[in-house]
Every structure is written in structure tokens, then in C-alpha cells.
């Protein structure tokens, strides 16, 4: 058996980002594997370890992908692939690159994030499905071989379902499909002597970026003075139900 | 290219983990532990799982043979969301130092296998209640009968001593031969005789274990002794020349954590209708900061890679040390007078950064020492 998952490097979630020339300028964040991929690097590795075969991480980036890809491995994912591009590529372009090489190593699944923290577009599950021809379950929160085909487990909206799919399939992974392991110091030091196959990427993004801006957040500023406690009291909880939505 | 300041790709990855951890695994406990004066096990589990304690043990015995470079990298991490954590896997690599410098081949895979097989800790015991920085008066007596020797004796100050599997403890064989009459033996755990006594009331560090440790008609056995008879003084200040070095990355994470703490709450704080982090009164204590944090940390790094280069490392080690130290003392007491009375309370985190760290200006040579290293080190030249 064989399991992929596909990752992307992104910006912590706590990295300042800065505009320059019209660009983010990612040359202060740190950048880490994709939380909603390390769920998919996590569950690749699970069913290795219960089923046996192989796991294989496969990111597609900028030379620097390459820290992201070494962090699955040292988690423990057995050899990399990276398809190096730099600069921005939409989902579809993504998926189109990747098809080839995923084609060739045939692998019975395929793991991604549900979404990507950079670019977020929840599509290249999607589109990678579509380019190879295989089934899709999105944001999945757990998953079952039974040979031919899988049982998965996939929020909606206001509920949940459980599907079959037959194999090979895309799993787009989401928080509650497992809790991803530690990259170990052992883990690292095996790493260095993983192999990562570089794979040039000579096709261009069929959405090119203009100009990007950080969204402003505005408060609404609204101040309940207390003067009649009964008064701010039932006021707060119409605001909180009946604007914020949150009870 | 003779100089470098760029870090591998393993040690920006070893870096990356010991943040995750600190941040995901310590700090939500820092607290709590502090306030029970307890030795937190679940973290030294996780420690061990993740392969962070015991790593400087070579390979071929089961260890990472981390590196004093890579060592400094996840101190200054694990320091950073609580020093008395922190305290507890240096003070293990405190304890195998000396078998690393001084045991042979049989006692290596001895004492050493075991601490990786487990969450397991290492002890070192110099100091007692007559005598620290005077480390040559020491007054715990071994006497050898045939193939043991007969240790009697109380030791002080004991980070790890009562958790330990074991503990290096050096004791003199005649004490007026002074530092030439030491001898360095390993105690096991359970060995008859021997007890600890965990110190309460500590103003910080509350999270590792302190002992007086006692030992009454102790046998260890010859085969237990690192080195030979007279070399244990020898033995125990190249031990501390080394890591002295994590003490000064402990402070460097100290000093972060201050930084980063004062500066949140200069932004939030107003005073005169503004945040308080737009007077240069506050901004010059954060400048200040700065500049502990980042000189200290570079000496840090050069001390380590002295040692790791196998060059003479014992100046800049005591330089290392007494240097972070007190930057991160003033970073923390800095960090409390921006925070003002919030400062003063536990609520906030920056009490504990100066109860914490006031200990590394005075574990493994109070500072005082560190400067008669530094001033005999420069005399004699």
C-alpha cells in the first residue's frame, strides 16, 4: 500500500505579515507545514503503521518547501518529492503539476488539508481529484480501509455523514481526523538521510496575482454603560444573539 | 568563509520542535507546578518521548549525541516557558557530563543506556551545607575497604538528586590534600544508606526537585569511581566548564520571555491617553532588553562552539554564563516595572521570570566565581 500526503509551507498563524509593493512580504514570518496538512502527513503515517507499505509526502513550492517536506519526514513519512516553483500557483495549476508525478507512483489515497493557510481556497482537494480522476471526500474526520474501498467520515454544514468511496480517492483532512505527532529528535536526525526527488515545475499559474492587501478589521464599538445592570444585562445578550449570533 | 552565523537545517528543525513543545507542552503548566512545588513527570515523559532529555548521550549508546551548539538551540526554547522545567533535563546533563568526560567504555554503557530507554534523570552532587563556590573543601569522606569505598557525608543543593537513578558525587579520600585528595563516584539509586531530602521553600525554580542528599556507610563499589583517586576535582570543573553553557542559554530564554511579555503589555497598557510603549521611557527599557538578548545570545552560541571545536572553552563559558544571567535578571526586573503593580502578582508571568532565574546567577559557580575564572584566565596571560 501506498500513502500520500500532499502539503503545502505557509505562514505561522502568529507571523506578522507586512505589505510591500502591493506583495506580502514573507520575509519575516516563519513559515511551517500547513496545520491542515499535518492532520493528512499524520493519518498517511497511521495507516502505514497499521496496514503496512509506504508513506510519502509530496509538496509543491519554493525552494524553501523543502523545511516543510523535512518536517514530515522527521515525523516520519519515508521519502519526499518536491515539485519546485516559485511564485504563486492556483489550486488548479497545483493540481495539474502534481497529477503526473501521483499518476506514477499510484498510490492507493491521497491526504490534503481541507484548506490552505496561505492562499485559502479549500480547492486543491478538489482539483487534484479531478485532475487524476478519482473520487474526493472532503473535510474528513476519520477514515477506514476495507480493501477495495474506504469508509470516511465528513462534516457538513450542521452535521456529519459517512460515505464509501472506491480507491484510489482524495481525503481533504480537517482538526478532529487525528492529533498530529511531534516531529521527534530521533525523527530529524533520520530525516537528513531521507530522500527528497526534485521535480521542476515548467508550466506557469493560470491566475496571476495583481495586488494583494491585508483586510482591515473594524470594531463596532459599542460600549453598554451599566448604569441599570438588568438593563445592560438583557441588552449584551440581545447583541450577543441577535448581531454577533453567538448564543 | 571562517565565520557563520547561519543555523543547519537539522538545527532550525530541533529548533522548531523544542518551541513547539515549550510552547504546547510547558507553558500551559509553568504555573501550576510553581505553585505545588512539584516535579512535573508528565513533561519529563514527553521530554524522553520526543527524544529531548538525555540527548547529548552519544549514539552508540542509545543517545542523540547532541551537540553543545544544538543544546544551547533547545535550552534557550525550553527556558523561555518555564526555567524550573528547564532546570530539570539540564541538571540530568549536569549528572552525565562527568561520565562522559571521565568514565570508561564498561561505565558508559552502564550508567548511560539506561537513561534513554526511559524517562530517567541524572544527578550531580558537589556542593554541601559548609561549602559551594570553595568546592575544594569538601568534607564527605570516602574510604576505601577492598573493592568498595565507604562514603560519609551530607551534599547540598541537589537539582534531580532524589529522582535520579544516579549520582556523581565527589568526595575527598584525605581532606587535607584538598582539591587533590577527590574522588568522583556514581551512587545508584536505593543503594543502602544513601537518602534525599527534597528542600522546600524555594523563591523559585519551584518545579525541579532540590535535595540535600545523605549518605551513611554508603558501599559503592570501585567499579563506580569515574577516573582515578585525585582526579575528581579535575573531573567536576571541566564538568561545570561545559555546562555552565545551558545556563547561560536558560537565561537568554528568561530574557525572551521578559521582552516578549513587557512589550505586549507596553502596547496595551495606556497611561496620558496612550499606550505606554509610545514613551521612550519604556522604549528605552525594551532597547535595553534587546541588547542583553542579543549579545548574550551570540556569546552563548560562541562559547558553545568553543566547546563543541574542542578548544579551551572555560573564560568563555563563565562569561557565557555570568553575562546572561544578569541581563536576564534586569530583563525580568525590567519587565515587572513596565507591568507595574500587575507585575508585582501572579496572575501576570513576569514575577516568576526573576524568582526563576535569580538561581542562574548562582547554580554551577556563582557568578562571583565566574569572574576569578574570567580575571585568572586574563592574568595569566
Known sequence: MKFVAVIRQVPDGESRLRI?????????????????????????????????????VVGFGPERTEEAIRTALAMGMDRGIHVVYEGYADPVTVAEALAPILKEESPTLILTGGQQADWDSQALGGALAEALGVPVVA??????????????????????EWVRVRLPAVFTTQQGLNEPRYPTL??????????????????????????????????LQKILDGKDPVAAAEELVRLLHEEAKVI | MPIDFSLTEEQRQLQALARRF????????AQEYDEKEEVPWPVIEKLHEVGLLNAIIPEEYGGMGLKMLDEVIVGEELAYACMGIYTIPMASDLGITPVLLAGNEEQKRRFLKPLTEKPALAAFALSEPGNGSDA?????????????????GTKMWISNGGEAEWV????????????KGVVALVVEKGTPGFRAVKIHGKM??????????????????????????????????????KTRIPVAAGSVGVARRALDEAKKYAKEREAFGQPIANFQA?????????????????YTYYAAWLADQGLPHAHASAIAKAYASEIAFEAANQAIQIHGGYGYVREFPVEKLLRDVKLNQIYEGTNEIQRLIIARHLLAE
Open chain 1, 20 to 56: 510591500q509593493g502591493d506583495r506580502v512580504d514573507l520575509s519575516g514570518a516563519t513559515l511551517i507545514l500547513d496545520q491542515m496538512d499535518e492532520y493528512g502527513v499524520e493519518e498517511a503515517l497511521r495507516l502505514k503503521e497499521k496496514h503496512g507499505g509506504e508513506a510519502i
Open chain 2, 22 to 29: 515549550a510552547k504546547e507542552v510547558i507553558l500551559p503548566v
Open chain 2, 282 to 298: 519604556i522604549q528605552f527599557k525594551l532597547a535595553d532588553m534587546m541588547i542583553g538578548i542579543e549579545t548574550a545570545r551570540m
Open chain 1, 139 to 160: 473535510w474528513t474526520t476519520a477514515l477506514e480501509l476495507e480493501g477495495e474501498t474506504a469508509r470516511a467520515k465528513h462534516d457538513l454544514d450542521e452535521g456529519a
Open chain 1, 186 to 219: 530521533p525523527g530529524i536526525m533520520k530525516a537528513k538521510k531521507k530522500e527528497i526527488k526534485k521535480v521542476a515545475f515548467q508550466g506557469a499559474s493560470r491566475v496571476e496575482i495583481l495586488q494583494e492587501s491585508i483586510q482591515e478589521k473594524t470594531r
Open chain 2, 136 to 152: 575544594a573543601a569538601l568534607k564527605t569522606r570516602a574510604v576505601r575497604q577492598g573493592d568498595y569505598y565507604i562514603l560519609n
Open chain 2, 204 to 241: 523559585g525554580q519551584r518545579a525541579s526537585g532540590t535535595y540535600e542528599l545523605i549518605f551513611e556507610d554508603v558501599k559503592v563499589p570501585v567499579q563506580n569511581r569515574l577516573g582515578e583517586e585525585g582526579e575528581g576535582f579535575k573531573i567536576a570543573m571541566n564538568t561545570l566548564n
Open chain 2, 168 to 179: 556523581v558525587v565527589f568526595a575527598t579520600l584525605n581532606p587535607e590534600l584538598r582539591h
